[in-house]
Antibody
Framework: EVQVVESGGGLVKPGGSLRLSCATS????????MSWVRQAPGKGLEWVGR??????????DYAAPVKGRFTISRHVSKNTLYLQMNSLETEDTAVYYC??????????WGQGTLVTVSS | QSALTQPPSASGSPGQSVTISCTGT?????????VSWYQQHPGKAPKLMIY???KRPSGVPDRFSGSKSGNTASLTVSGLQAEDEADYYCSSYAGNNNIFVFGGGTKLTVL
């Protein structure tokens, strides 16, 4: 059974940093394309970034609002995906979801972790 | 990249069919057959319902179907049931700069 579990959310001040983790199991993490998707309170879904599988080159792409501030990485031996978030802004307040990807779709989602950026 | 355009709300009675549209451009919806649809119940994570325009993941009822014409994709829910009441989001691969875009979401109400 595929499992995706996010952690690391919390309250952080504007300009601060936070690292989210996404522990996975039930599939070959090394061969997986993964994404982060966020949802601001009461708002719609917004794609944050994607990392291709190692076999596909491991390319990482980001949405314009987070490019240069957020970094996606993976630790293959721990089957864990990370999202390092720096220079956080109030607009980054959202539930952050980790997802697996299949044919350009987001197929398995975690339960999400809430990040609140506020002074 | 602008979000895809969805109607904010849709409704239907049990047993009826309802179609939700998702309008983009030739750079996203119209340019690729990588449109997907997600169902989200309140307080829950989204669930993939349709991928590659019209394919259903295992376990998704065949009451849910997808299609595309030009720059507009559609999700049709047939034989509406009470549990179909939820928010629905479309998404598309957008190619340039390898990005993905979502629609603003449609709240489906089963009357």
């Amino acid at each position: 059974e595929v499992q995706v579990v996010e952690s690391g959310g919390g309250l952080v001040k504007p300009g601060g940093s936070l690292r989210l983790s996404c522990a996975t199991s039930g599939f070959s993490f090394n061969d997986a394309w993964m994404s982060w998707v966020r949802q601001a309170p009461g708002k719609g879904l917004e794609w944050v970034g994607r990392i291709k599988s190692q076999t596909a080159g491991g390319t990482i792409d980001y949405a314009a609002p987070v490019k240069g501030r957020f970094t996606i990485s993976r630790h293959v031996s721990k089957n864990t995906l990370y999202l390092q978030m720096n220079s956080l802004e109030t607009e980054d307040t959202a539930v952050y979801y980790c997802t697996t990807m299949y044919m350009a779709a987001f197929d398995y989602w975690g339960q999400g972790t809430l990040v609140t950026v506020s002074s | 990249q602008s979000a895809l355009t969805q109607p904010p709300s849709a409704s239907g009675s049990p047993g009826q069919s309802v179609t939700i549209s998702c309008t983009g451009t030739s750079s996203d919806v119209g340019g690729y057959n990588y449109v997907s649809w997600y169902q989200q119940h309140p307080g829950k994570a989204p669930k993939l319902m349709i991928y590659e325009v019209s394919k259903r993941p295992s376990g998704v009822p065949d009451r849910f179907s997808g299609s595309k014409s030009g720059n507009t994709a559609s999700l049709t829910v047939s034989g509406l049931q009470a549990e179909d009441e939820a928010d629905y989001y479309c998404s598309s691969y957008a190619g340039n700069n390898n990005i993905f875009v979502f629609g603003g979401g449609t709240k489906l109400t089963v009357l």
